[in-house]
């Protein structure tokens, strides 16, 4: 298809601005908005555009799937004690594993929808405020029939997480039926980003459709029962990032050596994963590929620990970053261990001062 001179002008003005209203373009362009809306039918039907948002299709944003919570921290002023009330103090703040890991990626530049199921509640409206600015909302189902996720968690007086709570019976909702109500925007994506809040069969469906029409997949796990949720044929995975308690458990084996972890590594390859990241707590982070591509990376000691809660999101998402630009395992270890310990620093799930040339000078700063 050849666009028209309108058309053009049209498809210009919604790439500068995915957000303008049929009515803002229209008065931008002195058309009617009737012209306006049936432009924008073709652009569509032609595949300029993905439907709603008018979404650009140049292959240059990503879709993040799963959790989007509310998050709510209690830390303990002094030692916890067990069956009695302990002085704390309290916050909320807006969390779920996926749009921890969204945020983290809009705050570095990238392009991202967020794919969720939450309540129609005022814990929802909270995530909105907050998520609004990081990334594309509208791709997010609401239901009266759950509430939005919540997730709580205690600290002990040091800021170590000593037990968390989490309600996310909203996720059983995010089926393939749902996810199929977005196929333009997934056949769009640059890559999609699941974790494992979703059901098990809507992790078969996305690892099956990357697969299929050659998208990047990237499983992130949230938790050790979770794992259930991950299929055993992970043939169409390109990268997941797991901690040693998830690879433990899905792989049935014992990490406590530098041998058993990288052979808990040929194991995740050897299931078709063609990217593996293990991370290993105070041992620090290993990853390997399907080309024979290896790094390690030392954990980082934080004097100051404020809070952990954000860190293994953090870690993704600068992983991930890195490693959508090509850049080596090992760089891809260091800018994430780097967002990790930074975020441990701060009170936030996600730090507010993260940015792309942030994370180069944090990087620098810890000299790695």
């Known amino acids: 298809m050849t ?30 908005r009737s012209t306006v809306a049936n432009m924008i039918s073709r652009l569509i ?77 005022s814990d929802f409206e909270a995530i909105k405020q907050h998520s609004q600015s990081f990334m594309n909302l509208d791709a997010i189902y609401q239901t009266e029939e759950v509430a ?6 205690v600290l002990d007086a040091d800021g170590n997480m000593a037990v968390a709570l989490a309600d996310m019976s909203a996720y059983d909702l995010l089926t393939p039926a749902v996810i199929q109500l ?15 809040n979703c059901p098990a069969e809507t992790l078969h469906f996305i690892i099956q459709f990357g697969k299929q029409y050659q998208i990047p997949v990237i499983v992130i796990p949230v938790s050790s029962p979770k794992m259930a949720h991950l299929p055993k044929d992970l043939a169409g995975v390109s990268l ?20 058993s972890w990288q052979d808990a590594m040929q194991k995740w390859l050897a299931l078709g994963v063609e990217n593996i990241v293990i991370t290993n707590g105070q041992q620090g982070a290993m990853a390997m590929s399907q080309t024979g591509e290896q790094a390690y990376q030392a954990a980082i000691c934080v004097e100051k620990i404020i809070d952990v809660t954000g860190a293994g999101d953090a870690f993704s998402g600068a992983f ?5 630009n090509g850049r080596t395992l090992a760089d891809c270890l260091k800018f994430a261990t780097t967002n ?29």
């Open 340 to 368: 990790a310990v930074f975020t441990i620093r701060c009170m936030h799930t996600v730090r507010t001062d993260l940015t792309k040339e942030k994370l180069i000078q944090n990087r620098e700063e810890l000299a790695l």
């Open 148 to 153: 939005t996720g919540s997730y709580t968690a």
């Open 320 to 324: 991930i970053d890195s490693w959508l």
């Open 3 to 32: 666009l028209s001179e309108k058309e053009a002008q049209l498809f210009n003005l919604i790439k500068t601005n995915p957000y303008f209203s049929q009515q803002e373009l229209a008065e931008k362009m002195n058309l009617s």
């Open 240 to 259: 997941l990032i797991a901690n040693r308690d998830e690879s433990e458990t899905f792989l049935d084996t014992q990490i406590t050596d530098t041998q």
């Open 182 to 196: 977005n196929l333009p925007l997934l056949h769009g994506a640059r890559a999609i980003i699941i974790d494992l």
């Open 45 to 121: 039907e032609e595949k300029y555009l993905l439907g709603r948002a008018y979404v650009v299709n140049e292959k240059d944003y990503l879709v993040c799937i799963g959790g989007a919570n509310v998050d709510r921290k209690l830390q303990s002023l002094a030692p916890l004690q067990a069956a009695t009330s302990n002085p704390a103090t309290s916050a909320l703040s807006i969390g779920g594993v996926a749009r921890n890991i969204a945020e983290n990626l809009g705050r570095l530049g990238h392009p991202i929808s967020l794919l969720s199921v939450c309540g129609k509640d």
